[in-house]
Nanobody
């Protein structure tokens, strides 16, 4: 079983920055994909950013140029640096790990951006 624990959410003013961290434990393979998704009230969960085991990264269109994902494969951690935050970035952010057809999710951390 894989467990994911997120940290780093909170309240920030528009234009500010936050950093989210996620630590994974359990049987994790190097090919796994780790990433961040978010869900705002009334909306579907959407991709924020994800990184493969080989280092390929893709971002959701709304965060390109503002957010940066990083992964330490040997430590099974993934972080999301969020800069130039906007009120529309307000959501619950979930850490995710995918490997061999299985998906694992963290409990989510709230990010609130005030205008």
């Amino acid at each position: 079983q894989v467990q994911l624990v997120e940290s780093g959410g909170g309240l920030v003013q528009a234009g500010g920055s936050l950093r989210l961290s996620c630590a994974a434990s359990g049987r994790i393979f190097a090919i796994s994909v780790m990433g961040w998704y978010r869900q705002a009230p009334g909306l579907q969960r959407e991709l924020v950013a994800r990184v493969t085991g080989t280092g390929y990264i893709n971002y959701g269109d709304s965060v390109k140029g503002r957010f940066t994902i990083s992964r330490e494969t040997d430590k099974n951690t993934v972080a999301l640096q969020m800069n130039s935050l906007k009120p529309e970035d307000t959501a619950v952010y979930f850490c995710a790990l995918m490997q061999y057809g299985q998906e694992y999710w963290g409990q989510g951390t709230q990010v609130t951006v005030s205008s």
